[in-house]
């Protein structure tokens, strides 16, 4: 069995016997244990009482953190003539169309979002296989296929979060920078959960958050009271 170091075995102590906490707590918890040589990313998952193979119980949804991820995202715009010109003024990293399609699929993916005006999409389709897995696939339902490049580009280098339930039910996203304000991380935290319980599906039967829980990159794990985090 692998040694377990200093700083993991005394982050693991920490957090024994503790669980179900208030959002507050569980911030605190997390945050003061984030002792790697990094700034450690806050990460937050949702178990969800869905079956995304059933398409009337699929989740997906965006929500823009009041206090950003601390993350810096590329960002991938397919557009062409004004709207190229667009995407690139509001701070786009790659902008193309054809070009960007043959990049990609060459092997090359060099952004964490995509975003696509409607003409582009019949371009954007021949990488569904590619992008699809990797969620970056631009989607009208979360705004990143739209004509409105500024406002897209903008939002998603401004703290907006894309969130999709995987096979196994469960719904995760980075809220935040261990280097944060406490109070921050909270209100990030809340807000994410409040987005995806308005993305409740119609097809979802009996309880639809059945548990959340908080960790850092390379630390435990805590599990944050629902009904708290919800504001029940």
Aim: charged share 25%; hydrophobic share 45%.
């Amino acid at each position: 069995m692998a040694k377990v170091g200093k700083r993991t075995a005394a982050a693991r102590e920490a957090f024994v016997g503790k669980e179900n906490l208030s959002v507050e707590d569980a911030v605190a918890l997390v945050k003061a244990n984030a002792t790697a040589k990094f700034d450690e990313t806050l990460e937050i998952a949702v178990n969800l009482g869905v079956d995304p193979r059933h398409a009337d119980q699929m989740v997906r949804g965006v929500v823009g953190l009041p206090n950003g991820t601390g993350k810096t995202v590329r960002v991938a715009v397919f557009a062409r003539g004004p709207k190229a010109d667009e995407a690139k003024e509001a701070g786009a990293d790659i902008v193309g169309a054809e070009d960007l399609m043959e990049t990609i699929q060459g092997g090359t993916i060099e952004f964490d979002r995509c975003i696509a005006t409607p003409d582009m999409m019949p371009v954007v389709g021949r990488l569904g296989k590619i992008l699809g897995p990797r969620n970056l696939m631009p989607n009208p339902k979360v705004g990143t296929v739209t004509m409105d490049v500024k406002a897209a580009v903008e939002a998603a280098k401004g703290g907006e979060v894309q969130f999709k339930v995987e096979k196994a039910g469960v719904v995760h996203a980075g809220v935040g920078k261990a280097s944060f304000d406490e109070a921050k991380l909270v209100e990030n935290v809340r807000a994410f959960v409040s987005a995806v319980a308005k993305a409740k599906p119609a097809g979802a039967k009996g309880a639809y958050m059945k548990k959340i829980a908080l960790s850092s990159t390379m630390g435990p794990g805590v599990s944050i009271d629902v009904d708290n985090a919800v504001g029940e």
